[in-house]
């Protein structure tokens, strides 16, 4: 065995050159042997010259102006007006109450905005593009960033254009230039330049570097670009139509506190500056933060579980999706292609024995190992794949299709010298791999000057209706296996079929988990692919998909109004736009994975857009809005997961503010009819409000999901982000407030500071309710640590003799403050004991 291991990786090695460490690739067979690009020292002299290749960014704003800003919000605005009556009245005491709570929301704006760019830099660096260069003769993947001009970039089917460059060598290249001209039509390169920013659809090509970073195409445009303010999501602009209205009720109710005051004969000024601040109070003015916080948060969590989020608004979709539509290969699968069987019209039916891209195994048939030489000959020579020896860790390391590799492997299975055959048949001319033509061919001379075409593909292009191998086709494909045909042709001769090869990509496996996880969630699960109906079929009910004999629809079904199915076969990439845009049609809202360069429309298209981070092409990451790091699948479910946690959150949230708003109100309108006729100072208003929206809300924010939250259905995509919330909220502020109340009219009635009283009451019963409302099932974390430091502060405005004075307040007893906290208790047992009955 040793013997055969040391036989096959010289075998190996010798077809490429000695490679760095570094080295993702072979040297490009179509370049000049001139073409050696840079040395490591040459490419660090040009960085140092030239610069990262990197466009600058936009100036960002200054301190002043990211205040200004968060001064124009209307909330603020408001508190403003209130502040500065308050100063007209000479009232310093509510003056600095006001400006305290100006200065923290102010603060917190600006610190989240500041973590917002932090986030959405780091989530560039994360999906920043890479290039494949050559240093020291040898091809290397590198980040763009460090690309030098007169670097040789290597340029294939899905790459984005690193920089500006002159082309050294092109093979039936294609590039799309649309980012720079506008042309849709994508524009063939046999040679001229190449701009960076453009994409190539098609083909390969190698170019040298002239220009990069500002100097380039792309750079020169985006210095007239000015920069852009995001834009807000979905999920805010709900949410400020919904404070409009609520700013709207609290003015009213406001006006009619102050007129209440009015009729009992209380001061102009004082009664208009109690309106105000009640209105300010009434209204969750912290929740663009929370929400926003929620976000980044939810974005930065995703990120720690390999799904980097390109976009915010994203993270809130995610919650929504009742549709994923997934690549079998490579999310479902292990993307490790494996030869099992080979069949030829001489030999017959051969397996193969081994595991992964060992190439150390055996290949097992009646026929004998003559009868497949041709056979084995030809899938070496029709094949970009290359196998590099194991390395430090002792694993061999595929470069390029994993199916191209897979055919290697079981070639050196098999005996056959793959650098000798290569060696001895020279390639000459090729036709790549095609979606739509289903084959690639390519053609080479023989060792007697001969000519030999070569041709691998899908069997129903390459066989006759009639040919008596299609027979074993049906037979592998039903058993899950990818069949491809190989014919070869020598000569003038009639091409003859070579034989048949039976490739299988084993599921991932956590798959059947990942699966049943996401029909839990009633998430509908569609696996798309290429391969034959039969074999997916076959690996869709191995996964737990769809049942055995489920209905199948191909990429010729698609358009004839055929019901849509859980299964695809036979889709080429651009056939998935119409798999995507057919359900969204039926009203879901749709996730969709994809790594090629024809991925993109439809990842484009999709609500959600998953590109495959790892082996994906970078177009497929540019318009994808879910970069996957890990390939996984499981990492989508994470997603919604997230998606659904945060959706949550908010509500949670708005539940919790707004019926503490409800509940502030209907104490100072039902407090004078109970013989309270000033339930709170302004000040001790807003002392409250900050308190419990402050650490407790953007504590909410960051709970953790509830375990049963992939158990349910997702929500209507329509749905109002307080669809059933209103009856929780009312009943919710009604017994704060009835608690308060109660607290108030006792106090009053045995002559304790009923003020007070009501001030802490107030405050407790609304942090209790916090309490009450966080994430089922979990042990002690943030929220606890905010509503105890929230509590604590409140107690301050009656203990603390500076801000007791500050707030309006009287010292309180301790057995005063444990009756008041008993009754505070009330609500948030009341809310408990519902949620979970619930």
Not at 812 to 826: E, I, K, M, P, R
Request: hydrophobic letters at 50%; aromatic letters at 2%; one cysteine or more.
């Amino acid at each position: 065995m040793a013997r055969d291991h040391r036989r096959i990786t010289a075998a190996f090695r010798i077809l490429s050159p000695p490679r760095a460490p570094t080295d993702a690739g072979f040297v490009h067979p179509t370049l000049e042997n001139d073409a050696v690009g840079l040395t490591s020292g040459e490419a660090e002299s040009a960085l140092a010259r030239h610069g990262a290749n990197t466009i600058p960014e936009p100036r960002r704003p200054g301190a002043l102006t990211r205040v200004a800003a968060q001064l124009r919000d209307p909330m603020i605005m408001l508190l403003l007006a209130a502040m500065a009556l308050a100063v007209a009245l000479g009232d310093l005491t509510d003056t600095a109450v006001i400006a305290l709570v100006i200065v923290l929301n102010t603060t917190v704006g600006v610190v989240q905005e500041l973590r917002a760019e932090r986030a959405l830099a780091a989530l560039r660096q994360l999906s920043a593009p890479a290039a494949r260069v050559l240093r020291d003769g040898a091809a290397v993947t590198l980040p763009a960033a460090e690309v030098v001009p007169g670097d040789v970039v290597l340029l294939e089917a899905g790459d984005i254009v690193p920089a500006d460059g002159d082309l050294l060598s092109a093979h039936r290249l294609q590039v799309d230039e649309a980012a720079l001209t506008g042309e849709s039509v994508p524009v063939e390169k046999a040679d001229g330049q190449v701009s960076a920013g453009t994409v190539v659809t098609r083909g390969r090509g190698a170019a040298r570097v002239t220009r990069t970073g500002s100097d380039s195409a792309l750079g020169r445009i985006a210095a007239l670009i000015g920069a852009q303010r995001p834009r807000p999501t979905p999920l805010q602009r709900r949410l400020a139509a919904l404070g409009r209205v609520l700013a709207l009720t609290a003015v009213v109710l406001s006006a009619l506190v102050a007129a209440l005051g009015l009729l009992q004969g209380r001061p102009l000024a004082e009664v208009a500056l109690t309106g105000i601040s009640l209105a300010v109070a009434a209204v969750p003015e912290s929740l663009p933060a929370v929400v926003t916080l929620a976000l980044a948060l939810g974005a930065h969590r995703m990120a720690r579980r390999a799904a980097v989020v390109r976009a915010l608004p994203a993270v809130e979709t995610l919650g929504s999706v009742t549709v994923l539509a997934a690549d079998k290969t490579g999310t479902l699968t292990q993307n490790r292609m494996q030869v099992e069987r080979l069949w030829t019209p001489a030999g017959g039916e051969a397996t193969a024995t081994g595991s992964g891209y060992d190439p150390v195994g055996a290949v097992q048939g009646d026929g004998g190992r003559e009868s497949r030489t041709d056979l084995l000959r030809d899938v070496v020579l029709c094949n970009d794949g290359d196998l590099l020896p194991p390395d430090g860790e002792g694993k061999w390391r595929p470069v390029g299709d994993p199916t191209e590799v897979a055919l290697l492997v079981v070639a050196a299975k098999d005996g056959m010298a793959v650098a000798d055959i290569r060696a001895a048949h020279p390639r000459v001319a090729e036709v790549p791999f095609d979606s739509t033509a289903k084959r690639m061919t390519t053609t080479h001379t023989t060792p007697d000057g001969g000519v030999l075409a070569v041709t691998k593909g899908a069997p129903e292009v390459l066989l006759a209706p009639e040919d008596p191998a299609r027979a074993v086709v049906r037979r592998w494909a039903a058993a899950g296996y990818r069949v491809l045909a190989v014919t070869d042709q020598v000569g003038a001769a009639v091409p003859r079929l070579a034989g048949l090869v039976a490739i299988t990509d084993p599921p991932r496996a956590d798959a059947a988990e990942v699966v049943e996880t996401f029909r839990a969630a009633g998430v509908h699960l569609l696996m798309i692919t290429g391969d034959h109906p039969d074999t997916a079929r076959a690996i869709a009910a191995r996964v737990g998909i769809a049942a055995p004999d489920a209905e199948v629809t191909t990429g010729d079904d698609l358009g004839d109004g055929t019901d849509a199915t859980q299964v695809y076969a036979r889709i080429r990439p651009e056939q998935k736009l119409a798999v995507v845009e057919d359900w969204q049609r039926r009203g879901h809202i749709v996730a969709m994975t994809g790594d090629g360069v024809n991925d993109a429309p439809a990842l484009r298209r999709a609500d959600i857009g998953v590109a495959m981070g790892g082996d994906g092409t970078e177009v497929a990451r540019q318009a994808a809005d879910l970069v996957l790091t890990d390939d996984n699948l499981r990492t989508v479910a994470g997603a919604i997961e997230e998606g659904r946690r945060i959706h949550a959150n908010v509500r949670t949230f708005l539940r919790y503010a707004l019926a503490g708003g409800a509940a502030e109100i209907a104490v100072m309108l039902l407090g004078p009819l109970l013989g309270l006729a000033v339930p709170l100072l302004p000040a001790q208003i807003l002392w409250i409000n900050l308190v419990t929206h402050g650490l407790p809300g953007v504590a909410i924010g960051a709970e953790p999901a509830n375990p049963g939250l992939m158990r349910r259905p997702p929500r209507p995509p329509g749905e109002s982000i307080l669809n059933g919330l209103w009856w929780r909220v009312g009943w919710t502020g009604a017994l704060i407030a009835a608690a308060t109340l109660a607290v108030g009219w006792w106090a009053a009635d045995t002559g304790r500071p009923w003020q007070s009283m009501v001030f802490v009451c107030l405050g407790l019963a609304q942090l209790g309710v916090a309490v009450a409302l966080r994430a089922r099932g979990t042990r002690p974390r943030f929220l606890d640590l905010a509503v105890a430091g929230a509590a604590a502060l409140h107690l301050a405005g009656v203990w603390f003799p500076p801000l007791a004075a500050l707030l309006g307040t009287t010292p309180l007893t301790g057995s005063d403050v444990l009756a008041v906290t008993a009754v505070a208790a009330v609500p948030a047992l009341v809310v408990a004991v519902t949620r979970r009955r619930g």
